[in-house]
DNA sequence: TCAGACATGTAAGTCGTTACATGATTCA
DNA sequence: TGAATCATGTAACGACTTACATGTCTGA
């Protein structure tokens, strides 16, 4: 039993913050957390009625102009119990599954080129992903201390900070968990220089 | 069409270097790739059959002396062209599910002790698995040193490698992918050192 | 008026894990 | 003789992706 359930509590954290759609989910995940989670409409829309069916959740209509439904999730104390459960308990070793770790251990009796190629392609793509975080990375970092949250990083935030606390914590998390992805691509890079500068002898 | 089919590129790939039976294919992505990779039976079986559907592999029978069958895979031109084929195509950007960024995003509003107990678990747990690596380091280092291969690692290039080259050629990027592991773990350690260090204010 | 964002959902299919079932061989 | 390892498979389930279907609202 149990097992996965990975969108699940997901789903059940995000609403811990402030009532969502599913549209607001898929939204906030996108801007805020995609460099560390991702979830897709075939998961949050049934996922939120499973969390519904088990009175974890509670689903209320939003008033909508025209015809078309809207609906707003809210999370009652059983939600939150549960997903502070959840959250107490160890956290299970990922399963890897590096592709580029692959080609590069498979492709070993072929010439020394396509391996070169190989990492160099790979670290141009991770080199391009590390610009985008460095800027990310320096918005926020400004923001942290000088405690104020322009333009962009205020609407996101506002999409799950209640209080002025939670926001400066929020932002908090955020840039670190940035500095993890950072720090990760990083080491990508340097590995990626390591095996160009040893090439086989 | 195409799509995933990680299973049956990893599996091709393997066979390129020599004819392996199912099991023996498990048993050396859990010794050698471990840290990269993984297979279970449930996928590697089933997956060896549609490769000889597809004429990518044949199986062969090996002489077994009871009732039970044994059987090794070859993998004939054709395999081997598509081998390639895969191996240059671009690699796709995995999708990542990282549960313990996950869990430090959503826990920000819980008291600090919290997130000092989950980073410091995870770091633990971290620092157990790199003691691991650097023990294989240190051995894969001395025999490229030294350029020779003493007991266990014999027994486990001798799975894959036909030629003295091969076997030195394979023990490189044995140790390469090491790197990786152990370059990605030292990260999130001093990931968690600066979380840990700089706690909420 | 038309593009693009807002908004909710379903169906089909693939991928992957887990548990089970079976039996042989080897070595202490 | 019994445990461990060798060895091959299947069935059921669960997780996840992709593509599709449908319709609204807002602002240029």
Redo the contacts between chains.
């Keep these: 039993m149990a097992a996965k359930q990975?969108t699940k509590f997901?789903i059940l954290?995000?609403l811990?913050?402030k009532p969502m759609s599913g549209y607001d989910i898929k939204k906030l995940v996108d801007s805020a957390?995609s460099?560390?989670?991702?979830e897709n409409y075939g998961q949050i829309y049934p996922t939120l009625e499973l969390l519904v069916d088990e009175k974890l959740a509670s689903k209320r209509d939003l008033p909508s102009t025209g015809k078309r439904k809207r609906f707003q999730y809210h999370i009652p104390r059983r939600g939150r119990r549960a997903?502070r459960d959840w959250?107490e308990e160890?956290?299970?070793?990922?399963?890897?599954?590096?592709?580029?770790?692959?080609?590069?251990?498979?492709?070993?009796?072929?010439d020394s080129d396509?391996q070169a190629k190989?990492i160099g392609?790979?670290r141009a793509?991770q080199d391009a992903v590390l610009q985008e975080y460095r800027a990310s990375e320096a918005v926020l970092r400004k923001a942290l201390d000088e405690q104020a949250y322009p333009g962009e990083l205020d609407e996101l935030l506002s999409m799950t900070a209640k209080t002025d606390a939670?926001r400066a914590?929020?932002c908090?998390?955020?840039y670190?968990?940035l500095?993890?992805g950072i720090?990760?691509i990083?080491?990508?890079l340097?590995?990626c220089d390591?095996?160009l500068q040893c090439p086989?002898e």
């Design positions: 990975k997901a954290g995000l811990s913050w957390l460099h560390f989670w991702h997903f959250l160890p956290i299970e070793t990922p399963v890897v599954r590096n592709q580029l770790q692959l080609k590069f251990f498979l492709s070993c009796d072929f396509f190989l392609d790979y793509q939670s914590r929020q908090r998390v955020f670190l968990t500095r993890h720090r990760v990083e080491a990508r340097a590995w390591e095996v086989i």
